[in-house]
């Protein structure tokens, strides 16, 4: 995975969690990507944040959002109508318990040595 598809897929999990909580971000487009946002959480070392992610994920049958939109929003609005159900995990995400930002650019600097 390159440097700009790890920054742009943390830019669209922050925007989406950050303006309604992870119903949102599965809802949206975003939700599309999961499994490699996870992995690109890892990759820069963000490793609470990306347990946030999958625990989220974790609410999905098999364990992981489906990549494709309309079933994601079917199972949403199947079992979790409001956003009520990401509550805890939404309020993990908005402590930040990984500085996005300072890892981000840690792991810019490490590539860009290289």
């Known amino acids: 995975m390159d440097t700009q598809r790890i920054i742009d897929l943390i830019a669209d999990l ?16 975003a939700g599309n990507d999961t499994a490699e946002i996870i992995e690109a959480l890892r990759v820069i070392g963000a490793t609470k944040m990306a347990d946030i992610v999958v625990r989220a994920a974790s609410v999905f049958p098999s364990k992981m959002s489906p990549k494709d939109r309309v079933a994601r929003q ?20 908005y402590d930040y318990p990984d500085d ?14 290289q």
């Open 14 to 29: 922050e925007g989406e969690v950050n303006n309604g909580g992870f119903h949102q971000f599965f809802y949206n487009d």
């Open 74 to 93: 079917d199972i949403l609005l199947e079992k979790f109508p409001n956003s009520v159900a990401f509550r805890d995990l939404d309020e993990e995400f």
């Open 100 to 113: 996005l930002r300072v890892l981000l650019a840690k792991y810019i600097e490490r590539k860009a040595c």
